[in-house]
């Protein structure tokens, strides 16, 4: 091929890339930057004027913001919890999805139907759900423990965004797993058979260390997404009661439009977000990236 024909194509492929390039630049890398520059001001979102004050926003939001604080801790409380279960119950959801052979394709889109709604969507219902069918089905059966406060009280809210979380989100992942688990050849698990190892051990020994690029990806996905989890929160709890269920996004969102309008304080905050899920997400490709050269 001529250096003149690759040139051509090249500036072909160019023009089909530019236009979603312009979007993504003006919508997501501009506004990015914008960010950074506002979060060292004290600009209210309002007016066309502001001062530049520095990091000082950021030495509030680390030191001098408690409310930030707990948000920062309660959604690092929820990333763990979900990052394990989640991960856990999709890859157990995919295994007895694989397992099937004639109702595959039925429970696979049985499973994967919540993620097709939005979780604000979903948040409405589970909200119907908690107030009016748990307590309902609690006096009709005597089991009390579902007849609880699950939004009002805060030592409970919390497991009800875990619910909503998991319903929405172990879908996903669980079609990671079965195009994963669709890898792994057949002649691996039937030798397996052969030497005597049960179902956990074939799962263990062999099927897992087949499918950890998925785990990965699986895991990182989890990671980033619960890190900025704000649609299950709002819908479900609003961030109360008082801020007992306030993650990162919404005290952000709280900071900027609803309470303060300090918006380059709230700038501020969204870049320590950005650079905690960065650094996480980093060293757990780093720890799985090396575990999969073992494997």
């Given at each position: ?5 690759k040139?051509?194509q ?10 979603a390039?312009?979007?993504y630049?003006?919508?997501t890398i501009a ?10 001001t004290?600009?209210?979102?309002l007016n066309?004027?502001y001062?530049?004050v520095?990091?000082?926003?950021y030495?509030e939001?680390l030191?001098?913001?408690?409310y ?13 919890i979900?990052?394990?279960i989640?991960?856990?119950i999709?890859l157990l959801?995919?295994?007895?999805v ?23 969507i ?10 009016k069918?748990l307590p ?11 007849d609880?406060s699950?939004?009002g009280?805060?030592?409970?809210s919390?497991?009800s ?13 669980m ?9 792994v ?5 039937e030798a ?29 996905l ?6 900025k989890?704000?649609?299950a ?11 007992s269920?306030?993650?990162?996004a919404?005290?952000?969102?709280d ?24 650094l996480?997400?980093?060293?757990q ?10 494997a």
């Amino acid at each position: 091929m001529s250096v003149s024909k690759k040139k051509k194509q090249s500036i072909i492929l160019l023009a089909f890339v530019l236009p979603a390039l312009l979007f993504y630049a003006v919508f997501t890398i501009a506004p990015a930057f914008g960010g950074v520059w506002y979060s060292l001001t004290n600009w209210n979102g309002l007016n066309p004027t502001y001062k530049m004050v520095g990091f000082s926003n950021y030495r509030e939001a680390l030191g001098n913001d408690p409310y930030f604080i707990h948000s920062i801790v309660f959604t690092l409380k929820y990333v763990l919890i979900m990052v394990i279960i989640q991960n856990a119950i999709a890859l157990l959801l995919a295994v007895f999805v694989e397992s099937r052979r004639k109702s595959k394709v039925l429970f696979r889109t049985i499973f994967f139907m919540p993620n097709m709604l939005s979780l604000i969507i979903g948040g409405f219902m589970w909200v119907f759900i908690f107030t009016k069918v748990l307590p309902v089905i609690a006096e009709k059966t005597g089991w009390l423990l579902l007849d609880q406060s699950w939004i009002g009280d805060p030592s409970i809210s919390f497991y009800s965004i875990i619910i909503l979380s998991l319903w929405g989100g172990v879908g996903y992942q669980m079609v990671i797993y079965i195009a994963a688990l669709q890898g792994v050849p057949e002649q691996l698990k039937e030798a397996a058979a052969i030497d005597g190892a049960n179902s956990v051990q074939s799962l263990r020994h062999v099927t897992l260390p087949m499918i950890y690029p998925a785990l990965t990806i699986g895991i990182f996905l989890t990671l980033s997404t619960s890190f900025k989890v704000f649609d299950a929160v709002f819908a479900l709890t609003g961030g109360g009661p008082g801020r007992s269920t306030q993650v990162i996004a919404i005290n952000i969102v709280d900071e900027a439009f609803r309470f303060n309008q300090r918006y380059g304080y709230a700038s501020a905050k969204a870049i320590i977000l950005f650079l905690i899920v960065l650094l996480i997400t980093m060293i757990q490709l780093w720890i799985m990236k090396r575990r999969e050269v073992e494997a």
